[in-house]
């Protein structure tokens, strides 16, 4: 069975926003760390929002950056497959991207059945709906040490308590750090 992981960054206030950064000095180590765990699985899948902005890596394939660590993880994210879940887009222009033709329970629990490398999560919305079906397997969290200010919270309307083992750390020298956990089993009733 494929482990399902959920991995995305997020502020030291517990904000996920694409868009707030390190500085680029800072981002080349965490640009590395997520080229080399792309390289190691067989899909990510995204919503629609998160697919859009992650269509800027595309732009560094026709244009590359002067940033090493940038150029190689667009050519990582244009390789692994991306499957989309979105009401409103029709089609999309990835070559390596299709839109899923199924609901989200439906196709994680196919993809969970089936062999092969992990899959990523790299959506909060789907992390928060994977959270309550208890689809995942493993959550990657991304620390930034910035305080992010208004976003979105990654845990938002989550009503039952789930209680999460550490079951490592990686800490970047810009101050990120990655806290892995793995949910434990049981649920724990709301207060």
């Known amino acids: 069975m494929r482990k399902i992981i959920a991995t995305i960054n997020l502020t030291i206030d517990g904000f996920c926003d694409h868009t707030v950064s390190l500085p680029e000095e800072e981002m080349h180590e965490i640009h590395e760390h997520y080229r080399e765990l792309l390289s190691h699985g067989d899909a990510i899948l995204y919503g629609r929002k998160t697919y859009q902005l992650m269509e800027f890596w595309k732009t560094l394939l026709e244009k590359p950056s002067e940033e090493k660590s940038m150029n ?112 434990r089993k049981e649920k724990q009733p709301s207060s």
Not at 91 to 102: F, G, H, P
Not at 139 to 167: A, M, R, W
Request: glycine share 6%.
């Open 72 to 183: 190689d993880f667009a050519v990582v994210i244009d390789k692994i497959p991306k499957i989309v879940f979105s009401n409103t887009l029709k089609a999309i222009d990835w070559d390596t991207a299709r839109l899923s033709d199924q609901t989200l329970e439906e196709e994680v629990l196919q993809l969970k059945q089936q062999s092969g490398k992990a899959i990523f999560v790299g959506s909060r919305s789907l992390i928060l709906q994977l959270m309550k079906l208890n689809l995942i397997d493993e959550y990657q969290l991304c620390v930034y040490p910035i305080v992010g200010g208004g976003s979105l919270p990654l845990f938002e309307n989550i009503h039952d308590s789930t209680i999460f083992k550490l079951i490592k750390t990686k800490i970047f020298r810009g101050g990120a750090i990655i806290l892995y956990y793995e949910p």
